[in-house]
């Protein structure tokens, strides 16, 4: 399995981005993956511990919602053959944190494997797992996400876009496995997602460094180290660790 990360930005990458990405590399390494398997693709040079980004082209970033950037930069891996057959690839925002050994065989007999939000249907595309045989997904989902949604407004965001074509699509929903929210976890409703997400917690969904406001909190980690509703702790020593070594504190 390919542990892909994307980090696009014409104006080069930002300083959070800088920490969410060692943080991120720092994380994978730990948790076992090799060097060889994490693929970084970006659009600009990098190269930090090891793992040297793979350049993309400009113009691959989506200027009205960044985070759908991810399905403009697959599709353009999938126009130069960068997409192996017979690989499972895991793509996943840059504050999506993986917590546990994650095996290829999530995605099961189908060409993806993502969570919706647990509370409503919605896809949750923080957190994609997909093979090759998915390259008609993200096409499809892109010209979506270029056209016009069913109000008829313009420009919609990859997750509309998907639930759009697969609510339409029973062709397309049936290759696609809805995943428990264990694989990208986030802290809304959170008494109800977290009965129901599976232990333990496998990738942990949030922006350490955007959320202070949101939470009531000086620093957003305490949340995620037990100050909430529910009393639990979501992230490991070793992840806060990490934050802190990459001054995330």
């Not at 730990?30 to 994490?38: A, M, Q, S, V």
């Not at 008609?136 to 069913?150: N, P, V, W, Y």
């Amino acid at each position: 399995m390919k542990n892909l990360l994307i980090c696009v930005n014409p104006h080069g990458i930002d300083k959070e981005s800088k920490k969410l990405l060692k943080v991120q590399i720092d994380n994978s390494l730990e948790l076992g993956w090799k060097l060889e398997d994490i693929l970084l693709i970006t659009d600009f040079k990098y190269e930090y511990n090891g793992v040297k980004a793979v350049f993309i082209e400009p113009n691959t970033f989506c200027s009205y919602c960044p985070v759908s950037t991810k399905w403009i930069v697959i599709n353009r891996m999938f126009a130069k053959g960068m997409i192996e057959k017979d690989q499972v690839y895991w793509v996943h925002d840059l504050d999506a944190f993986q917590l546990e050994p994650i095996q290829a065989s999530v995605i099961g007999d189908y060409d993806m494997a993502l969570c919706d939000y647990g509370r409503m249907p919605k896809w949750n595309c923080g957190s994609i797992f997909f093979k090759q045989a998915a390259q008609d997904i993200f096409e499809r989902t892109k010209i979506l996400m270029d056209g016009h949604d069913l109000w008829g407004r313009e420009l919609i965001i990859d997750e509309v876009s998907l639930y759009v074509l697969t609510n339409n699509h029973s062709e397309i929903s049936k290759r696609i496995n809805r995943l428990n929210i264990t694989y990208n976890f986030q802290c809304f409703n959170i008494r109800r997602n977290y009965k129901y997400a599976e232990k333990p917690l496998k990738v942990i969904h949030f922006h350490p460094l955007k959320m202070k406001a949101e939470l009531g909190l000086v620093r957003p980690l305490d949340f995620f180290l037990g100050k909430n509703k529910i009393g639990v702790k979501f992230i490991t020593e070793r992840l806060e660790n990490l934050f802190i070594k990459n001054g995330i504190k």
